[in-house]
T-cell receptor, first 115, second 112 residues
Framework: DGGITQSPKYLFRKEGQNVTLSCEQN?????MYWYRQDPGQGLRLIYY???????QKGDIAEGYSVSREKKESFPLTVTSAQKNPTAFYLC??????????????FGPGTRLTVL | GDSVTQMEGPVTLSEEAFLTINCTYT??????LFWYVQYPGEGLQLLLKATKADDKGSNKGFEATYRKETTSFHLEKGSVQVSDSAVYFC???????????WGAGTKLIIKP
């Protein structure tokens, strides 16, 4: 079955530690996205990538980093510079970054808690 | 700039009631419009979409019509079920860099 997987589902981190969230897709999509969701709020874009080896900052990129070395993988690192990292993180992908084909497919999410 | 405004929740209804969740947008040109649904503890799923004015998107008994004159894309369902309880997000496709602009989400609670 095609889809997007995120791991782990729950993640706990101590303050001052970096942590990497995994996102893998087997949909052969060019574009991938990372969003952050806080309780009772909408989604905010952290980073997005339209093609392998290229990515752009979204609205709240500070304290985060990404890489896109393979088409199917788009890992997100939450660094110690992120002031309030506890949140629900969602990864998504789409066939292309624009036009009417921009339907985004989402993974199940990773809930990160900083202790 | 482009934006999406949804009615605040939670919206609480009884089973078989009629549902409307309001969504209005501000954007230049003719954006594509989407409704996504998020069930508890899960990611988002596309519910329906419309790509041009007067288009009607529909899926699972839900409908929404792209109204250019009122810049709206209200979500409706004639008879809701307990299983429809979820958070619903309205979004528009931003033409300049092909990013989705999201509303804040509306939590829907259906009581038996």
């Amino acid at each position: 079955d095609g889809g997007i997987t995120q791991s782990p589902k729950y993640l706990f981190r101590k303050e001052g530690q970096n942590v990497t969230l995994s996102c893998e897709q087997n949909l052969n999509h060019d574009a991938m996205y990372w969003y952050r969701q806080d309780p009772g709020q909408g989604l905010r874009l952290i980073y997005y990538s339209q093609i392998v080896n290229d990515f752009q900052k979204g609205d709240i990129a500070e304290g985060y980093s990404v890489s896109r070395e393979k088409k199917e993988s788009f890992p997100l690192t939450v660094t110690s510079a992120q002031k309030n990292p506890t949140a629900f993180y969602l990864c998504a992908s789409s066939i292309v970054a624009g036009g009417s084909l921009n339907e985004q497919f989402f993974g199940p999410g990773t809930r990160l808690t900083v202790l | 700039g482009d934006s999406v405004t949804q009615m605040e929740g939670p919206v609480t209804l009884s089973e078989e009631a009629f549902l409307t969740i309001n969504c209005t947008y501000t954007a230049t040109g003719y954006p594509s419009l989407f409704w996504y649904v998020q069930y508890p503890g899960e990611g988002l799923q596309l519910l329906l979409k419309a790509t041009k004015a007067d288009d009607k998107g529909s899926n699972k008994g839900f409908e929404a019509t792209y109204r250019k004159e009122t810049t709206s894309f209200h979500l409706e369902k004639g008879s809701v079920q307990v299983s429809d309880s979820a958070v619903y997000f309205c979004a528009l496709l931003k033409g300049s860099n092909y990013q989705l602009i999201w509303g804040a989400g509306t939590k829907l609670i259906i009581k038996p």
